[in-house]
């Protein structure tokens, strides 16, 4: 994770910004979204479960389909989702490509 590093100075509104800065970065950091791995160019054919390997090295989050180049809904194959540590168990109901953030 990033650490947040302040500036030392005794200019009170820019403390005040560097403090919400600090709040927000804190916020985000516990979600969990930044500590995640980009996975480009996935191919699903229609209908057919498929293995995403994520390497994330601990149980997956969750995820978000970044870009998809057809009319398609990317869901998890809840079936087939059995070990989250190593893979997202995806399933469209058209044939597309997509990269997804996998967190």
């Not at 057809?70 to 399933?91: C, E, G, H, M, P």
Request: aromatic share 10%.
């Amino acid at each position: 994770m990033i650490q947040f590093e302040r500036y030392r100075t005794s200019d009170y509104p820019l403390t005040r910004v560097q403090d919400k800065i600090e709040q927000f970065a804190s916020a985000l950091q516990t979600t969990g979204l930044l500590d995640g791995q980009l996975i480009e160019g996935v191919e699903f054919a229609a209908s057919t479960t498929k293995n995403v390997y994520h390497g994330l090295g601990r149980r997956y989050r969750g995820y978000i389909v970044v870009s998809v180049n057809a009319k398609a809904i990317v869901q998890v194959d809840d079936t087939k989702n059995i070990n989250k540590s190593q893979f997202l168990a995806l399933i469209v109901g058209t044939p597309c490509t997509a990269s997804l953030w996998v967190f």
